[in-house]
């Protein structure tokens, strides 16, 4: 694949994406493969390098972990075990050691997951080592790096040695110390010490000839020197015979495990390949968590189908300032080739260039890019750009001469899968020269059938789009209104450079305004008007857009939670039916029996008339009792005339059930409806008579009885003034709301709280539009904004 300019990673900022990518490698051999990093247009290589990446991204994202401790180059290693004869030290013995112990770990963790990462897990084939070659290192290596003292039985026998030399001379010297000091040869605060690898006695210099031994040091005013005694001299000659011996046989132990190891270096060769791979992919993955990037869809041909894009860079620093990126939505295809995006300075047309060939150069890099994953991202065998200033003193270049430099280079080498970018169009010379070349280029690119994206200010170059299909324009979104770029791309109609309103805002005068006006010319002044209040009909319809498909989307959700508590009550109508039929089977099946007991009974004993006439009057009263059961019939209600006294029926106004006065106190009145009791305000109530009064009483009767009430003092201790309903749904919330606001007026309260939260506002509104019609409640109001605003329903009772 190829690119343009050589400084094409630096004016793309792909060089920062390569430093930040090597910084969370753990090892040189992942940062290797970072700076081979280059694109490719190999669809199949490029897809492995992809996926896999994208398989180890979801791994992290499911909350698994890779080992990352010991990621050690062992090149250096490796090349020395090449030379015949050579032997690895303790350290480096070490380092492999712990290298190999993470590569067999890291396999054993893909072949664990080989199911949800193949592509990844394929990596592991290239680790082809001996079963056992862990084991040849812990023989003789222990945790700490060091050779274990049983690495050889020679080994440990030189080693029992040494300590008994060491026993055997460190008595002596004491003995030989004490008498020094008693003898006032030695400093009083003297003690053994050690130069030249060797025991020592320090000995204070005018008494050196007092005892027998050797030189090794003095002190630095020459008042002290360190003497070897003579007695100690054997023991010492001993131990240092045995430290070259333990030497030698160190070197004997890994001489014979590098010759061990020898055969298999192509082996490891391999087998750190894999795990320099795998910390490669490892820092791709995790930058692609960092910046949101994932796998789009990847299409062999050259298109570009973006959804959400962002500039990875300008992401982290807007996120680090806690400032959110105005996404991109770009589309090149066959019919769409070139898109010409013009509009204000600062409106952001050179960020959406650059997120486009940052993206695209990363994508082919095999990294993951932040869109949305039904993006469709295709694949270019050339990407060219001409961005910024690229003046020259060596070869005495102008600006606009570098410039003309890179279209002769784009002409003279793009072709069907070349996608060129550049920004400015034409800038840098007199606008009426400048603006016909670009035209000129632009028309050989498009017979090449290159794709492309361009930023500009030049009018002749918009109205090409206009002209020619494959050619779009873009504009960045402006509000006019305010004069401030919105960062938005809109595809299919040009900008405006908004130099007129942006000076008038600025200041400038009136006169220099209108002067400026007649030297553009009127028709241009037309033209760049048009597009303003296009600009400005487009942001008022797009407002008005959003606010009608929020409501759309609000109706979409009150319906569905209508619709949701008409099944619900259908569904308990049906049950309630269900159980009712069930109830009168019943029924019928008792009266039946009661029937046959009769007869049986008139029959057994014969008619008697006393008997006949008892067992008939039974009959009847059977009969009545379950006519009455069967029939269920609701009592309608009528509001009488009079004074509410004990006894009396009465309901609440606005109600339909009905209660039994208990007792009257003051202005409240105990009432009795069903089982439960509850005081309620007189002038809340209304006298009423039944249209069944005369009737047997419809009332249920519990064991013995005798009525059992439900103490409403109680009842009243455990009632809240407020009702949470966040994260209920609407039939849910519209139950409880329906038995809060009852308890409510049963308990006389002034005003509740009804806590819905804010979200979309659906809740709230389902349950205001519920109670808007109840008779009780005077006012409805969002509780005060420090403590819990539009999200808290105040309810206030008429009183």
């Given at each position: 694949?190829?690119?343009f300019?050589?400084t ?7 060089d ?10 753990l090892s ?5 493969h970072?700076e081979?990093?280059k694109?490719?247009d190999d669809l ?10 994208e398989?180890?991204r979801?791994?992290?994202a ?7 401790a ?7 290693q490796?090349?020395k075990?090449?030379?015949?004869g ?5 350290e480096?013995?070490?380092d492999l050691?712990?290298s190999l ?5 890291l ?23 001996p ?5 040849w290192?812990?023989?003789i290596i ?7 003292a ?9 080693r ?6 060491y026993s055997s ?15 006032g ?6 003690s053994i ?5 060797r ?14 031994g ?6 630095a ?10 007695e ?5 000659n001993r ?11 160190i070197i ?14 192509p ?20 930058f692609?968590i ?13 298109v570009i ?8 860079l300008?992401?982290l620093l ?9 996404p991109?939505?770009i589309e090149?295809?066959a ?5 010409i995006i ?5 409106g952001?047309?050179s960020v ?14 095999g ?10 991202m ?7 750009i001409?961005m910024?200033d690229e ?9 606009y001469?570098s410039?003309?430099?890179?279209m002769?280079f784009?002409?003279?080498n793009?072709g069907?899968?070349?996608l060129f970018l550049?920004?400015e ?10 603006g ?5 280029v ?12 361009i ?15 494959g ?8 509000d006019?209104n305010?004069?401030?770029?919105l ?7 040009p900008?405006?450079?908004f ?5 008038a805002?600025?200041?400038?005068s009136?006169?220099v305004?209108?002067?400026?006006k ?8 037309k ?6 209040e ?7 319809f797009?407002?008005r ?7 759309n989307?609000?109706l ?8 949701d508590l ?6 308990e ?6 159980e ?8 019928v ?7 046959e007991?009769?007869?049986?009974e ?10 006949t ?8 009263e ?10 269920e019939?609701k009592p309608?209600?009528?509001?009488v ?6 006894g ?7 109600q339909e059930s ?19 009791k509850?005081h ?8 009423v008579?039944?249209?069944l009064?005369?009737k047997?009483?419809?009332k ?6 005798v009525?059992k ?10 009632f809240?003034p407020n009702l949470?309903?966040?994260g209920?749904?609407?039939?849910e ?5 329906d038995?809060?606001i ?6 006389s ?18 349950i ?8 009780f409640?005077?006012?409805m ?19």
């Open positions: 694949m190829r690119v300019p050589d094409f990673e630096a004016k793309t900022g792909f920062k994406i390569r430093e930040m990518v090597a910084a969370k490698c040189s051999l992942g940062t290797r970072v081979k990093m694109p490719s199949k290589y490029l897809k492995r390098l992809l996926i896999q990446t398989e180890l979801r791994l992290f499911a909350g698994n972990r890779l080992p990352d010991n990621y050690i180059d062992p090149a250096e490796l090349a075990m090449k030379v015949s050579t032997y690895l030290e303790e480096e013995a070490y050691k712990r112990s993470t590569i067999i770990q396999q054993s963790v893909l072949t664990k997951h080989a199911e949800e990462c193949p592509t990844l897990y394929g990596l592991s084939g290239m680790v082809d080592l079963a056992d070659i862990i084991k290192f812990e023989a222990d945790d700490t790096g060091k050779l274990r049983n690495a050889s039985k020679e080994l440990m026998q030189i029992a040695s040494m300590v008994s030399e001379l460190r008595r002596v010297m004491d003995h030989i110390s004490k008498d020094a000091q008693k003898q040869w030695s400093p009083d605060d003297g010490a050690v130069r030249g690898g025991l020592v006695i320090p000995v204070l210099a005018e008494h050196k000839r007092k005892l027998k050797f030189i090794h040091d003095e002190s005013t020459g008042q002290t020197v360190f003497m070897e005694p003579a100690a001299l054997e023991i010492n131990i240092r015979e045995l430290e070259l011996e333990e030497r030698r046989e004997k132990i890994l001489r014979n495990l590098t010759n061990q190891l020898r055969p298999h270096i082996a490891l060769e391999k087998a750190y390949h894999f795990l320099g791979a795998v910390d490669f992919i490892r820092a791709k993955a995790l692609a960092e910046i949101n990037g994932l796998l789009p869809v990847i299409d062999e041909n050259p189908v973006w959804h959400k894009a962002v500039h990875p300008l992401y807007h996120k680090k300032a806690q400032k959110p990126v105005v991109l939505d090149l295809n019919e769409q080739r070139i898109l013009s509009g204000p300075n600062a952001g047309k959406c260039l650059k997120t486009v060939v940052l993206l695209q150069y990363m994508l082919q890099c990294l993951l890019v932040p869109v949305r994953d039904d993006s469709v295709g694949v270019f065998n050339k990407i060219f001409d910024g003046q020259s003193l060596e070869n005495d270049l102008s600006t001469s410039h003309l430099t890179s002769r784009f002409l003279e793009a069907g899968k070349t550049i920004d169009f034409g800038a840098g010379t007199e606008p009426q020269f400048g016909a070349i670009a035209e000129g632009l028309e050989q690119l498009y017979k090449k059938q290159s794709f492309g994206v930023t500009t200010h030049y009018g002749n170059l918009k109205s090409m789009a206009e002209k020619n299909a050619i779009i324009n873009g504009a960045m979104r402006y006019v305010q004069l401030r770029p960062y938005e791309l809109e595809v299919g109609r900008g405006s450079s130099a007129l309103e942006m000076a805002n600025i200041g400038l009136n006169a305004i209108e002067r400026a007649s030297l553009v010319g009127h028709s241009q002044v033209f760049e008007t048009l597009i303003n296009l600009e400005a009909a487009k942001n008022d797009q407002t857009y959003e606010s009608v498909n929020r409501k989307t609000e979409e959700k009150v319906l569905k939670d209508y619709q008409k099944a619900h009550l259908d569904a109508k049906s049950k309630i039916l269900k009712a039929k069930q109830e009168a089977k019943r029924i099946l008792d009266a039946n029996k009661a029937v007991n009769t007869i049986r008139i029959k057994e004993n014969k008619a008697e008339k006393e008997k006439k008892e067992v008939r009057q039974k009959l009847t059977i009969q009545v009792s379950l006519t009455e059961e069967v029939e019939k309608v209600w009528k509001t005339a009079g004074e509410i006294k004990v009396d029926k009465v309901r609440m106004a606005g009905a209660g039994e006065v208990v007792s009257i106190r003051g202005k409240k009145a105990e009432v009795l409806m069903g089982e439960l509850s309620i305000a007189l002038n809340r109530l209304e006298k008579k039944s249209s009064q005369g047997k009483s419809f249920r009767e519990s064991v013995g009885g009525f009430g439900i103490d409403m003092n109680q009842r009243r201790a455990d809240s949470d309903l966040r209920k749904r609407a039939d919330a519209i139950q409880l709301v038995d809060f009852d308890s409510s007026v049963l308990f309260m002034h005003e509740v709280r009804i806590v819905h939260g804010k979200g979309d506002g659906i809740l709230r509104e389902v205001r539009r519920y109670l808007s019609g109840n008779k409640i005077e006012r109001a969002d509780e005060h904004v420090e403590r819990g605003g539009s999200g808290v329903t105040v309810i206030s009772f008429r009183q």
